[in-house]
């Protein structure tokens, strides 16, 4: 991690250098590309996006003077207000943050950095993920699927960091046995369409993730909870596959199903259903049909328990505990991706804290341009000794990374332009990936640094 | 051209891909390629993201099969949405010859049941669509409401298929193998009926050699070890594992014997700056150490993509290497055709 640190305001942790005779760059403590993003937030003016009274979230806070380097390509005027993820984290008011956005911008990981962080700072914490990378699960202590919050070893100080990952069809079956006798559980879940609702159901993983999250903070047991969402289609699904479900509770055709049918009262409908049924038959087979008839006769009694908690946990992202944080990397999909959650945790009334932008590429050494570094490269002739040939490859690589990071901002300008009073925070790319504590700590001083 | 294809007689490519790979891309950059030299491709969508034509920089593609773009050499990729409800009435259509039953089951919500819960039900249809038009024929008796209006040429047999390659943008690489082995569950749970027989057909083209599953990555550690954890589950459901394109690969300027070095934190900084001075820049110490820290972090960079690819090599699978372009989507995805091409891959 040692160039992001270079970059970025002290982070906790150091890679000793490996020999007397090199010398390790010194850190720097202004961000070349993300202050020239930043306004300096003005210190008393209302929460910008917030409609509901919440904490902390997006208040914006003063942020200290911060040195503005001039760079080539800033742009000047376009300001996002900086996310301030401590005052977000540390507010004891902030109870429950869900990690939305785009598949591969490293939700997961920013999730458990932010658990993390707030642990370390005295809550108690627990993160709840859906598919967190194999080492990151080992390291956080997630061995074995078993829909139960673990503490995670190496947490330092007073609070608490728990993590779990979410079991879909236990949380499921857990549902079913809460909410009917054992005898008839027994019967719903032996039912083959309740094994696959229940397992292959694109919605299912969605809304056994709201469930879960209103299972923990019904216990009280933490008085943080971060919530990784799952991986979905597009990251709305989020948001709309719980409705999809109490939808089909509700639904005309599992009344229509329900309805049985030697009781004809009325002739029309009857005879309606009966086509109904016969065309269904036709369709998906006499098996398929029965199979989904004895399921909802058996999950009859629970339908209205089921809707119920669906609505309760649609309240709960509603509460002024909850804040909602995007996150993204500065990839045109993954902005796009950003950008639509926005709009519609605007339109719905969500509380949207900010953005986080993930993976982001800086250069220590702006003061060289990607094209001088061209340039100088370019005139190492065959002679050169090796140390003037390794001096170009280090120019080629400078180069690469101000034309990566220039590209980027481009993107982020048009981002921040499009949505200029939602507060953004930034976290770098790192050259290895991220699988243990120590590394999540320090992505989570890299986010909360500058604030 | 064309010599040495890898995929001679592959008519279905499925492309899936860990999110954030570029999926969507190559998938339309590999119709690009299929389609060059007077072929037709068909680049199909089905998750209802419109992505296809956000690429193509064209308005929402309907549940039709429409004109995209035309292929170096005068060929031709056409672009399709699937939609699952409209699938699902269009099958009952064509099947059935129903019209105002369907109507009738979509008032009751029966539609909706279908093709929203019913366990599969969603992914039969998507399947039974890319098949429909993998399989389609210029003689065949009905053709499906959404076939484009496509001229056969002289010298084109009459039962030649309407497209020489159908290219799926799928679901991504943790649920392709359920994607495309729903057929066999569906044939399992109705275990009669149409929709049986049809699983069953879908499931004998999906495992043929008529098919491919490509596999998009990133040289980072989780979609790696997805794609690996994807072709495994691929394999142990016989379905046919294409190659693995590797996206957004950036090139490498250190050398290889010092990258190990480097990757340490060795880098001598009096003797950057003599070379740097030799280049013609006069560094400070603190731009010097700048320089250093950044050259470090890519080496570091360039040693985990090492070891991704050997990790990656061991699938056995040919590779190929799509480069980080910045440029503009649709000459973006022409450049990455044509580094397809050259690969092999089309």
Known sequence: ?451 | MGVDRDWEGVRLHVVTGKGGTGKTTVAAALALALASDGRRALLVECEGRQGIARLFDTPPLPYAERKLAVAPGEGMVYGLAIDPEQALLEYLEMYYHLGRPARVLQRVGAIDFATTIAPGLRDVLLTGKVYEATRRRFSGSRPARTAARIVRHDGVPADAYVYDAVVLDAPPTGRITRFLNVNAEVADLARVGPINRQAASIMSLLRSPQTAVHLVTVLEDMPVQETLDGIAELRRQQLPVGAIVINRVQPAHLPTSALRAVARGEVDTAALQRGLAKLGIAAEPSTVDALAAETIDAARTAVRERRLRHTLSQAGRPTYDLPELDIGDIARLYTLAAALREQGAA
């Open chain 1, 1 to 451: 991690m040692t160039a992001n640190d270079s970059v970025l305001p002290p982070a906790e942790e150091s890679t000793p250098l490996a020999s007397e005779s090199t010398r390790r760059a010194p850190r720097r403590s202004s961000p070349t590309l993300p202050s020239s993003l930043h306004a300096d937030a003005p210190a008393d003016q209302p929460a910008p996006i917030r409609t509901r009274r919440s904490p902390a979230s997006a208040r914006p806070t003063r942020s200290t003077p911060r040195h503005r380097q001039p760079t080539n390509g800033t742009p000047s005027g376009v300001r996002a207000p900086r996310l301030d993820v401590d005052a977000l984290l540390m507010n004891p008011g902030t109870q429950i943050i869900v990690c939305c956005g785009s598949g591969g911008v490293g939700k997961t990981t920013l999730a458990a950095a932010l658990g993390l962080r707030a642990a370390e700072a005295g809550r108690r914490v627990v993160t709840l993920t859906i598919d967190p990378a194999r080492r990151l699960a080992q390291s956080l202590g997630m061995t074995e699927l078993d829909n139960t919050p673990r503490p995670v070893p190496g947490v330092r100080g007073t609070g608490e960091l728990h993590a779990m990952m979410l079991d879909m069809k236990r949380t499921f079956d857990e549902i079913v046995e809460a909410h009917t006798t054992p005898a008839r559980a027994a019967q719903i879940l032996a039912n083959p369409f309740y094994q696959s609702l229940s397992s292959s159901f694109a919605g299912t993983q969605e809304y056994m993730a709201m469930e879960k999250l209103g299972q923990l903070k019904a216990s009280g047991r933490f008085d943080l909870i971060v919530v990784d969402t799952p991986p979905a289609r597009s990251a709305l699904d989020f948001l709309d596959a719980p409705a999809r479900l109490a939808r089909f509770l509700d639904g005309r055709f599992i009344r229509t199903l329900l309805v049985p049918t030697g009781r004809g009262y009325l002739r029309v409908v009857h005879a309606g259903l009966q086509f109904v049924t016969a065309t269904m038959t036709r369709l998906l087979g006499a098996a398929l049909l029965a199979d989904v008839q004895t399921f909802v006769a058996a999950m009859d009694t629970m339908f209205g328990g089921l809707r119920e908690r669906a609505e309760a946990t649609a309240r709960l992202l509603r509460t002024p505990g909850t804040a909602f944080v995007v996150v993204a990397a500065p990839e045109p999909d993954a902005l796009r991706e950003a950008s639509y959650f926005i709009e519609r945790l605007i339109e719905d009334n969500l509380p949207l804290a900010g953005v986080v932008i993930n993976r982001l590429h800086l250069s220590g050494a702006p003061e060289i341009s990607a094209a001088q570094a061209r340039a100088a490269a370019e005139t190492l002739d065959g002679a050169a000794d090796d140390d003037t040939v390794f001096a170009a490859a280090v120019l080629r690589t400078h180069a690469q990374r101000m034309e990566i990071a220039a590209v980027e901002h481009k993107r982020l300008h048009g981002f921040t332009v499009a949505h200029p009073r939602v507060p953004v925070a930034f976290a770098p790319a790192f050259a290895d990936d991220i699988h243990d504590v120590a590394a999540l700590r320090t992505l989570g001083s890299s986010i909360a640094a500058g604030t």
